[in-house]
């Protein structure tokens, strides 16, 4: 299920009137394909909210070293031990079946590595948690195959986005790529603002998924959950259910 999110600033006027408003990308952010996926691309999708930041920075600057480091350890190990310990190098195998020092190596060290990634962790889960005093109430409900969204605020009431079909995508001039992402009535949100999302569902369990935002919420039936983000610039931000929607 396609969910499209377009922010903005609020340049007079209020929310309703803003959540009648249509808003696109700069060619630049266009060819950056922030909001959307890009083909063969294996990062993350370009930051669009502070949270998605941090969400970078944990990925980028401890997680990917750590595990880099890791591999490139194990990876050489293995080769050392196929070449120093092979038949023909070691002809006579060693009998001793174990080394203290190399048990309370390989047991303190993972432990201090996890300890340390989990530091950080934490420190982003919290970011997560601790939702700053919210500007916009967004109510979103996933449905067999669409999401409907609802501003209690404001008094808009609830509506229906559906994915739009691929005729309809060629009719709009839009490219194929957005084929199952784009929507017919997408949300749209101001700019710096902090944006609460009740999540929840009418049949099934669903996913609200907002990549550029780093969000990913389940939606059950019966139960809401809440998350947030923050918009930090204008433009077209795709998502989808990352569920697999009654399985």
Same mark, same amino acid.
């Given at each position: 299920?396609?969910?499209?999110?377009?922010?903005?600033?609020?340049?007079?006027?209020?929310?309703?009137?803003?959540?009648?408003?249509? $808003?696109?990308?700069? #060619?630049?952010?266009?060819?950056?394909?922030?909001? =959307?996926?890009?083909?063969?691309?294996?990062?993350?999708?370009?930051?669009?909210?502070?949270?998605?930041?941090?969400?970078? $920075?944990?990925?980028?600057?401890?997680?990917? #070293?750590?595990?880099?480091?890791?591999?490139?350890?194990?990876?050489?190990?293995?080769?050392?031990?196929?070449?120093?310990?092979?038949?023909?190098?070691?002809?006579?195998?060693?009998?001793?079946?174990?080394?203290?020092?190399?048990?309370?190596?390989?047991?303190?060290?993972?432990?201090?590595?996890?300890?340390?990634?989990?530091? $950080?962790?934490?420190?982003?889960?919290?970011?997560?948690?601790?939702?700053?005093?919210?500007?916009?109430?967004?109510?979103?409900?996933?449905?067999?195959?669409?999401?409907?969204?609802?501003?209690?605020?404001?008094?808009?009431?609830?509506? %229906?986005?559906?994915?739009? #079909?691929?005729?309809?995508?060629?009719?709009?001039?839009? #490219?194929?790529?957005?084929?199952?992402?784009?929507?017919?009535?997408?949300?749209?949100?101001?700019?710096?603002?902090? %944006?609460?999302?009740?999540?929840?569902?009418?049949?099934?369990?669903?996913?609200?998924?907002?990549?550029?935002?780093?969000?990913?919420?389940?939606?059950?039936?019966?139960?809401?959950?809440?998350?947030?983000?923050?918009?930090?610039?204008?433009?077209? $931000?795709?998502? =989808?259910?990352?569920?697999?929607?009654?399985?």
């Amino acid at each position: 299920m396609g969910m499209g999110t377009r922010a903005r600033a609020i340049i007079g006027g209020g929310i309703t009137a803003l959540s009648l408003a249509v $808003f696109s990308a700069t #060619p630049t952010w266009a060819q950056e394909l922030v909001g =959307q996926p890009t083909d063969g691309n294996i990062g993350l999708q370009p930051a669009a909210s502070p949270l998605k930041v941090e969400a970078h $920075f944990f990925h980028d600057a401890i997680l990917m #070293p750590i595990i880099t480091f890791i591999s490139l350890l194990v990876l050489g190990l293995l080769i050392w031990i196929c070449i120093r310990y092979n038949k023909k190098a070691n002809p006579v195998p060693a009998r001793w079946s174990h080394n203290t020092l190399i048990e309370i190596v390989w047991t303190v060290l993972p432990v201090l590595i996890l300890v340390g990634i989990s530091l $950080f962790s934490f420190r982003l889960l919290f970011a997560y948690h601790d939702m700053p005093t919210p500007d916009l109430t967004v109510k979103a409900t996933g449905n067999q195959w669409n999401w409907s969204y609802e501003y209690p605020d404001q008094g808009i009431a609830e509506y %229906v986005s559906n994915m739009l #079909p691929e005729n309809e995508i060629a009719a709009r001039g839009m #490219p194929h790529s957005l084929y199952r992402l784009a929507a017919d009535e997408p949300i749209v949100v101001p700019v710096g603002k902090t %944006v609460r999302v009740l999540v929840t569902a009418t049949d099934v369990i669903h996913a609200f998924a907002l990549p550029a935002f780093g969000l990913k919420t389940d939606a059950v039936p019966g139960r809401v959950n809440e998350t947030w983000f923050r918009a930090d610039r204008t433009g077209v $931000f795709y998502g =989808q259910c990352s569920e697999l929607c009654g399985v």
